[in-house]
């Protein structure tokens, strides 16, 4: 949707095809885990293709791209010719062996509708994963009366993006808030009646079963290679997939370089979405990753500049506030700044890309703390 509000500013008269796997309307996804639950209506989530005289296709997948006739095939077997194309299609789940009924493989409002229908008199749920997506569904059922388990592989949640004093401080945090965190442990496979074996030899029942153990890019129809499976459709600078003058890719889908998986959160769908629009509509435009994400649970928020795995970092500087619950990490490998991440900060994109400027990938200063504490006191 970006990217038709992009091209459109440009170009009016063009037709647009917008093709969907989902039976909605195109829907922002950060709510689906966060305000939802908190009682944003669900219209509000909305975004309409028709107010940009788009021709919306719900409910269609797209099965064959023919990159050399400009032919889609659809699971329908209709053909769609095109002059230009936009890959848009995110991400999809990674599974977990074996199956229940009361799993749900969170990825969609289809999936948030079935998840609150099935805990809409209480119950239980299990939770699988402690990165962003399992840290706020975990927060939102437990605020809304659900008895939740956190399963998380490593000893604390969020050790991707936060050193390991601060993640486990959130781990309390979780726990305070009556989430049960069962740490050092995996998901190995599911059972039917809504049950998890652990690698521990235990297993946990509930009501409904979430896993969030990771997401690979939804490029089936595109290519069966492992290495774009695993990390998305290479782009050059302009969002036009490589070798390909016609087709562009934008969001998730997107590879940029090595960091594939750094990138991938909501700024980056935005900012990409509308390069790809104008480029669409004749103009030269470069994109540049941002790097800045965040994440919002219980009452808490944390912000990350950065790239890469917090837990195979060095932290060289940590600052916590007990009064304010603020605290503030860098993180380094092989004596260069490669992450830092505030918990109860907020940043605008602005400010977030000057520290980035200031502080990624630069030899780790003794200052370096200070710097960010500067930079951030107005907005504490």
Same mark, same amino acid.
């Given at each position: 949707?970006?990217?038709? %509000?992009?091209?459109r500013?440009?170009?009016?008269v063009?037709?647009?095809?917008?093709?969907?796997?989902?039976?909605d309307?195109?829907?922002?996804?950060?709510? +689906?885990?966060?305000?939802l639950?908190? $009682?944003? /209506?669900?219209?509000d989530?909305?975004y309409?293709?028709?107010?940009?005289?788009?021709?919306?296709? @719900?409910?269609?997948? &797209?099965?064959?791209? !023919?990159f050399? =006739?400009?032919?889609?095939?659809?699971?329908?077997g209709?053909?769609?010719?095109?002059?230009?194309?936009?890959? /848009?299609? $995110? *991400?999809?789940p990674?599974?977990?062996p $074996?199956?229940?009924?009361?799993?749900?493989?969170?990825n969609?409002?289809a999936?948030? =509708?079935?998840?609150?229908?099935?805990l809409?008199?209480?119950?239980?749920?299990?939770?699988i994963?402690?990165g962003?997506?399992?840290?706020?569904?975990?927060?939102?059922?437990?605020a809304?009366?659900?008895?939740? %388990?956190?399963?998380?592989? #490593?000893?604390?949640p969020?050790?991707?993006?936060?050193?390991?004093? +601060?993640?486990?401080?959130i781990?309390?945090? +979780?726990?305070?808030?009556g989430i049960?965190?069962i740490?050092g442990?995996?998901?190995?496979?599911?059972?039917p009646?809504?049950?998890?074996?652990?690698?521990d030899? %235990?297993?946990?029942?509930?009501?409904?079963?979430? @896993?969030?153990?990771?997401?690979? @890019?939804?490029?089936?129809?595109?290519?069966?290679?492992?290495e774009?499976?695993?990390?998305?459709l290479?782009?050059?600078a302009?969002?036009?997939?490589?070798?390909?003058?016609?087709?562009f890719?934008?969001?998730?889908?997107a590879?940029f370089g090595?960091?594939a998986?750094s990138?991938?959160?909501e700024?980056?769908? *935005?900012?990409?979405?509308?390069a790809?629009g104008?480029? +669409?509509?004749?103009?030269?435009?470069?994109?540049?990753?941002?790097s800045?994400?965040?994440?919002e649970?219980?009452?808490?928020?944390?912000? #990350?500049?950065?790239?890469g795995?917090?837990?195979?970092?060095?932290?060289? $500087?940590?600052?916590?506030?007990?009064? %304010?619950?603020?605290?503030?990490?860098?993180?380094t490998?092989?004596?260069?700044?490669?992450r &830092?991440?505030?918990v109860n900060?907020?940043? !605008?994109?602005?400010?977030?890309?000057?520290?980035?400027s200031? *502080?990624?990938?630069?030899? /780790?200063?003794?200052?370096?703390?200070?710097?960010v504490r500067? &930079?951030?006191?107005?907005?504490?």
């Open positions: 949707m970006a990217a038709v %509000k992009s091209f500013s440009r170009d009016t063009s037709t647009i095809m917008m093709l969907s796997d989902q039976s309307m195109p829907v922002r996804k950060p709510p +689906l885990s966060k305000q639950w908190k $009682g944003m /209506a669900v219209s989530c909305f309409n293709p028709a107010r940009f005289g788009v021709e919306y296709h @719900p409910a269609t997948r &797209v099965t064959e791209a !023919d050399d =006739r400009h032919l889609l095939t659809l699971s329908s209709e053909k769609v010719r095109y002059e230009q194309l936009l890959i /848009a299609t $995110g *991400l999809q990674r599974r977990l $074996g199956d229940c009924a009361e799993a749900v493989y969170f969609s409002l999936d948030f =509708r079935r998840v609150r229908q099935k809409a008199a209480g119950g239980s749920a299990v939770v994963g402690g962003l997506l399992g840290v706020e569904l975990a927060s939102s059922l437990s809304n009366g659900i008895r939740v %388990k956190l399963v998380i592989s #490593s000893e604390a969020l050790t991707g993006y936060l050193s390991e004093p +601060l993640a486990v401080r781990r309390a945090r +979780l726990q305070a808030a049960e965190c740490t442990r995996r998901a190995i496979r599911l059972e009646g809504g049950r998890v074996q652990l690698s030899g %235990k297993q946990l029942d509930a009501d409904v079963v979430i @896993p969030v153990i990771g997401q690979q @890019p939804s490029v089936d129809f595109v290519s069966h290679d492992p774009v499976s695993r990390h998305g290479a782009v050059d302009r969002l036009r997939i490589k070798g390909l003058e016609d087709v890719a934008c969001g998730d889908v590879r090595v960091q998986s990138f991938r959160h700024e980056n769908a *935005l900012r990409s979405g509308a790809a104008r480029n +669409l509509a004749g103009d030269d435009v470069q994109f540049k990753p941002s800045f994400l965040y994440s649970f219980l009452d808490m928020r944390l912000e #990350s500049i950065g790239v795995n917090a837990a195979e970092m060095k932290a060289i $500087g940590e600052d916590w506030s007990d009064s %304010k619950e603020q605290g503030i990490c860098i993180l490998e092989d004596d260069l700044v490669r &830092v991440s505030m900060y907020r940043m !605008d994109s602005e400010t977030a890309e000057m520290l980035s200031r *502080l990624i990938g630069r030899s /780790a200063e003794a200052d370096q703390l200070q710097i500067t &930079v951030l006191k107005p907005a504490a």
